[in-house]
Nanobody, 125 residues
Framework: QLQLVESGGGLVQPGGSLRLSCAAS????????IGWIRQVPGKEREGMLC????????TYSESVKGRFTIYRDNAKNTVYLQMDSLKPENSGVYYC??????????????????WGQGAQVTVSS
């Protein structure tokens, strides 16, 4: 059973950067497409980016283009979300999620099969 654990969250000032990590155990991450999703209290979860097993990237949110980068290191069984030029509205709990690679990155985040526990990101001065 695949398990995902996020890390790297924290408090950062506007304009700063953070890198989130999604580490997998229980299975090989190469067998999965991985997405990053944000949730703000009182709002629905919002997809950010997804990377498939071949490195192809799908973008769910236009607001992160040019600022957020998703990439994977299969040797480390880890997917990363590099977040630059952060804004207060980027605050929230960030989840990584997985879907088997026999499917494409899902069009809706509800189709991800495995979820981590989330990492808090707060962008504030």
């Amino acid at each position: 059973q695949l398990q995902l654990v996020e890390s790297g969250g924290g408090l950062v000032q506007p304009g700063g950067s953070l890198r989130l990590s999604c580490a997998a155990s229980g299975d090989t991450l190469d067998y999965y497409n991985i997405g990053w999703i944000r949730q703000v209290p009182g709002k629905e979860r919002e997809g950010m980016l997804c990377i498939d097993s071949s490195g192809g990237i799908s973008t769910y949110s236009e607001s992160v283009k040019g600022r957020f980068t998703i990439y994977r290191d299969n040797a480390k069984n880890t997917v990363y979300l590099q977040m630059d030029s952060l804004k207060p509205e980027n605050s929230g709990v960030y989840y990584c999620a997985a879907r088997p690679r026999r499917y494409p990155c899902p069009r809706t985040i509800a189709d991800f099969d495995y979820w981590g526990q989330g990492a808090q990101v707060t962008v504030s001065s």
